[in-house]
């Protein structure tokens, strides 16, 4: 399942790019600098807007790299704009595009490392499942729930999109 | 992977159990009656906290249950206390408590159907990805937020709990 929960990752990613968008038709249409948005926060001491974008887009990358061996493109985080923000998203999402289910044979028995973890490993079954599915939720949510505060027009279909619905 | 991923989900609802006990300590701290809580909001057009924590409940209770054909406790979202509401997420647990890896055989191919899907239907592996886990981390995670914007003190080791970190 490693490679349908990546590929679900990633179509939600597609929906992130969207509500990009419409931030910043929002922005347009309300006339204001579109960027503001990038320091938006919910609290003074959770991270901002720029940064929950950014680190959603590395929890899915660096997972899919960790867990399957390919390397991963280098993200500085020098966003400044949104319009360099979405660019950010769709890059991840076509790195995203380059995996084949092949890739991940073998990831639950990885060895993952992570910088923050002081030596210490996790399996990749267990830092997929820990670790980097709810993580990526986390700060994905976090960029919806942010717009969403800031009056852009969003709602849980948006951030759903398409199902595979279909006749019984 | 779907028991495995509904046990994450359970530890999941474990964390924001301790959420609520963090925001009553807060609330007691800074003198103001827990209850408010229930009532606030990123967005005048979103659900309140107390639906947050209801509609995270019942994603994955609802899904354990069309995954598995297992009934499900019925909960008619009566909760007024912050009380309350941690016993509604503590019977969550102990329902997900009942599930054995075995109750999920077959689970990918189930037809899923749903009140809001006017007839049409799902196979249980999309709906279980594209659906149940999006949807629970949606909610779980706009409780978290929700709690953060209001001043709670929450991290994000708060958010996901424990990890299985081992030495190499």
């Not at 006339?31 to 948005?37: A, H, I, R, T, V």
């Given at each position: 399942?490693?490679?349908?929960?990546?590929?679900?990752?990633?179509?939600?990613?597609?929906?992130?790019?969207?509500?990009l968008?419409?931030?910043?038709?929002?922005?347009?249409?309300?006339?204001?600098?579109?960027?503001?948005?990038?320091?938006?926060r919910?609290a003074?001491?959770?991270?901002?807007?720029?940064?929950?974008?950014?680190?959603?887009?590395?929890?899915?990358?660096?997972?899919?790299?960790?867990?399957?061996?390919k390397?991963?493109?280098?993200?500085?985080?020098?966003?400044?704009?949104?319009?360099?923000?979405?660019?950010?998203?769709?890059?991840?999402?076509?790195?995203?595009?380059?995996?084949?289910?092949?890739?991940?044979?073998?990831?639950a028995?990885?060895i993952?490392?992570?910088?923050?973890?002081?030596?210490?490993?996790?399996?990749?079954?267990?830092?997929?499942?820990?670790?980097?599915?709810?993580?990526?939720?986390?700060?994905?949510?976090?960029?919806?729930?942010?717009?969403?505060?800031?009056?852009?027009?969003?709602?849980?279909?948006?951030y759903?999109?398409?199902?595979?619905?279909?006749?019984?």
């Open positions: 399942m490693y490679f349908e929960t990546f590929s679900q990752m990633k179509k939600q990613l597609g929906q992130l790019s969207k509500w968008e419409t931030a910043a038709a929002h922005a347009k249409a309300k006339s204001f600098d579109p960027n503001l948005y990038l320091n938006f919910l003074p001491d959770q991270l901002p807007f720029v940064r929950q974008v950014q680190i959603g887009c590395d929890a899915v990358k660096l997972a899919a790299s960790r867990l399957s061996g390397a991963a493109p280098s993200n500085p985080d020098t966003e400044q704009t949104l319009e360099e923000l979405s660019a950010r998203v769709r890059s991840t999402i076509a790195y995203l595009d380059t995996f084949t289910a092949k890739d991940f044979e073998g990831a028995g990885r993952v490392t992570h910088p923050r973890w002081e030596g210490q490993v996790m399996s990749g079954a267990d830092y997929f499942l820990e670790n980097a599915v709810p993580n990526f939720f986390f700060h994905v949510t976090h960029a919806y729930a942010l717009l969403r505060h800031n009056g852009v027009n969003l709602g849980k279909a948006d759903l999109g398409s199902q595979s619905l279909r006749a019984p």
